[in-house]
């Protein structure tokens, strides 16, 4: 043994009367810097338990847990970190979408008289589990001036505004590949969007196929829950996107146009070839009222299963609402057709013009198939319910907006005034204004309350569209050179408390007027039942506005089923395909005995 070494023990006496370095006792309390990356904390109202700082750390500290309190567009999971594994990297913050995680600059933790294992005591879920430094302001934060995230969509190429109101034409362009794949690559793949999605989709699976340039795996995915993809992909509510991780502090993945690009990207021709699957042949008839959207999809959905589907529609083509609602310029009719030839190729049977309790009885149909799916939609417009509501040149929007893509010639006069805040108020103030009338608007509520998509309001502003909020209507009358005299009353908003929205009252004595040529009135629309007749309706109950239905459109009679507008209360295109595809597995869970 050397000297040195034998020595080297009495090197640290020297140490022994100078001031330590490091702390006395573990006890001891000694602040960390100010920017110091203690422990984490994590802002329970603002965390979407996505799971993007699970999925980002390196040391698989952080595994997602249940907690009990969860909102809309939340997981219910929230971050638990084991600080036996933790490195501090601090890479879990800068990922966190929502801004919730932070770290406090807390750095000691001291567990006295450890009865149980020490992983589980180092081990928490920030926000949910009280701690000393909860409420430290200091510690480490993202900085403000790098991201981790694209946080701004991929813009999409638009028609603007004064050349698409000399047409008809498409208005969106539809992604190029080269802007899909960036657009694909924003994602972080966390699935918050796929619950809220009625039809749950698996977005997050067909955003992936987009980026690694697989379109033919993709329109597989969008298959499995939606029959209507290039629809979709145009006119969908996008529940899915109010929800998306990135929409917290930037802007959310364009997941309809994504859709719309893989359904774009495939031709018609190839779909059979992708889309082939094993089919059992079941020797059983499923009649299907109405070729909207929801009886378009519990068609591909049964035909898929093997049975045999005869759809029985009243107009002259198939498609509902998407066909005689939706204007052209937001779904062009080769889009809307590529999707229903794809269903109807698979071996449906289609009778246009067939009414049932017209053409062909309730009962008839009843007897003949081994069950029934009605989806007969909302085509019954609700009234204003005013004076003068009767006059000429007082029209609505429902039959407007079909009598356009009927293509029958339509004298609006210059001055339209369309009644209603709703999608069909803005497509038929839109579809005015595309015929070259001055168009104004009349809401009862304020601008915020509009039912309308936020784009369809921005697009009628950009087209020259005038808009009149909290506008009550009164009474119409004809002016004596044959033009209508619109009266209404300006509201004030009188709150209702509860969390309940503020309901429009009229302030007394207001009273104003336009003049207009044409008014077109859009308030909503209903349904009725009058066409079911006979002795198969026995069985079925209905209740004030519908037909009285359990959640997978099981009517009280077991071969009736219903969905769609009829069926849900929110009324757009994906939850009546969503209706379609739980009727289908019911119906066929029906017919096996089940
Ligand atoms: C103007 C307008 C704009 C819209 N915009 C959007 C949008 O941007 N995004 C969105 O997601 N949704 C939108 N919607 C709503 C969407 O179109 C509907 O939610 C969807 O079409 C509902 O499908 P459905 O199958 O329930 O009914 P429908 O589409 O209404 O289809 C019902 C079908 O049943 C047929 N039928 C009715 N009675 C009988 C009978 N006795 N015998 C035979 N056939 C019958 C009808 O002719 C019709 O074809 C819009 C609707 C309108 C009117
Ligand atoms: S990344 Fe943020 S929002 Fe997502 S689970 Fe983690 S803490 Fe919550
Ligand atoms: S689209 Fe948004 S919510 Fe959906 S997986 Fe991607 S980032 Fe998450």
Redesign the pocket.
């Known amino acids: 043994m050397k000297l040195k070494e034998i020595l080297s023990p009495f090197y640290v006496w020297k140490r022994a009367f100078e001031k330590p370095y490091s702390i006395n006792t573990l006890t001891e309390q000694r602040p960390g810097s100010d920017t110091y990356r203690g422990f984490h904390k994590?802002d329970m109202n603002?965390?979407?338990?996505?799971?993007?700082?699970?999925e980002i750390c390196q040391n698989a500290t952080?595994d997602?847990v249940p907690v009990s309190e969860t909102k809309d567009g939340d997981?219910g999971?929230?971050?638990r970190f084991d600080y036996g594994l933790c490195c501090w990297c601090a890479l879990?913050v800068d990922?966190?979408?929502?801004?919730?995680?932070s770290m406090s600059n807390a750095y000691t933790w001291v567990e006295e008289g450890l009865d149980k294992d020490v992983r589980e005591t180092f081990c928490y879920v920030p926000g949910a589990e009280a701690k000393p430094w909860d409420d430290e302001k200091l510690g480490y934060h993202k900085p403000d001036d790098y991201e981790l995230l694209h946080l701004n969509r991929i813009p999409m190429p638009h028609l603007p505004a004064h050349e698409s109101l000399s047409s008809f034409i498409e208005m969106v362009k539809g992604y190029s590949k080269e802007l899909a794949l960036k657009e694909a690559d924003r994602c972080i793949q966390?699935g918050i969007c796929t619950a809220t999605c009625p039809a749950h989709m698996n977005i997050p699976a067909y955003i992936k196929a987009i980026r690694e340039d697989n379109i033919e795996e993709g329109l597989k995915i969008l298959y499995e829950t939606n029959p209507l993809p290039g629809v979709c992909g145009r006119v969908c509510t996008r529940r899915c996107e109010d929800v998306c991780?990135l929409s917290?502090r930037g802007e959310a993945i364009s997941i309809r146009w994504l859709k719309r690009y893989i359904s774009d990207s495939v031709e018609a021709e190839q779909y059979q070839k992708i889309l082939q699957s094993e089919i059992t042949s079941q020797n059983k008839s499923i009649a299907i009222i109405g070729a909207g959207a929801g009886g378009l999809s519990a068609a591909y959905y049964l035909l898929k299963s093997g049975y045999q589907v005869e759809i029985f529609e009243a107009k002259q083509a198939a498609g509902g609402m998407l066909r005689y609602g939706i204007p052209e310029y937001r779904l062009p009719y080769d889009a809307l057709d590529k999707d229903i030839n794809y269903i109807i190729s698979l071996g449906a049977k289609l009778q246009l013009n067939t009414k049932i309790g017209k053409d062909i009885s309730f009962d008839d149909l009843y007897n003949k198939f081994s069950s029934v799916f009605i989806s007969t939609g909302l085509f019954e417009p609700n009234r204003l319910a005013i004076d003068g509501e009767d006059l000429p040149g007082v029209i609505n929007g429902l039959d407007f907006l079909d009598d356009i893509t009927l293509g029958k010639k339509i004298q609006l006069g210059k001055n339209v005034l369309v009644i209603g805040g709703g999608n069909v108020a803005m497509d038929a103030a839109r579809t005015a204004r595309r015929l070259g009338a001055e168009v104004t608007v009349l809401y009862r509520r304020r601008e915020e309350d509009m039912p309308a998509d936020k784009e369809e309001i921005s697009d009628a502003y950009d087209e020259g569209i005038k808009f009149f909020f909290q506008a009550i209507p009164m009474k119409i009358e004809k002016t004596a050179d044959n033009r209508l005299n619109f009266i209404w009353g300006k509201a004030e908003m009188v709150d209702q408390g509860n969390g309940k929205r503020p309901i429009p009252v009229m302030i007394e004595g207001s009273k104003e007027t336009i003049i207009a040529d044409t008014v077109i009135s859009a308030v909503g629309q209903g349904t009725n039942f009058h066409w079911m007749e006979g002795q198969a309706i026995a069985n079925i109950k209905f209740g004030k506005w519908n037909i009285t239905a359990d959640r997978w459109g099981k009517s009280s009679d077991p071969k009736v089923f219903v969905g769609g507008d009829i069926l849900n209360s929110v009324a757009d295109a994906i939850s009546a395909i969503a209706d379609g595809h739980r009727s289908a597995r019911a119906i066929d869970s029906f017919l096996q005995g089940n």
């Open positions: 994590n603002k965390c979407i338990g996505c799971g993007s700082c699970a952080i997602m997981s999971l929230r971050p879990c990922i966190c979408p929502t801004g919730s995680l966390c991780a917290h």
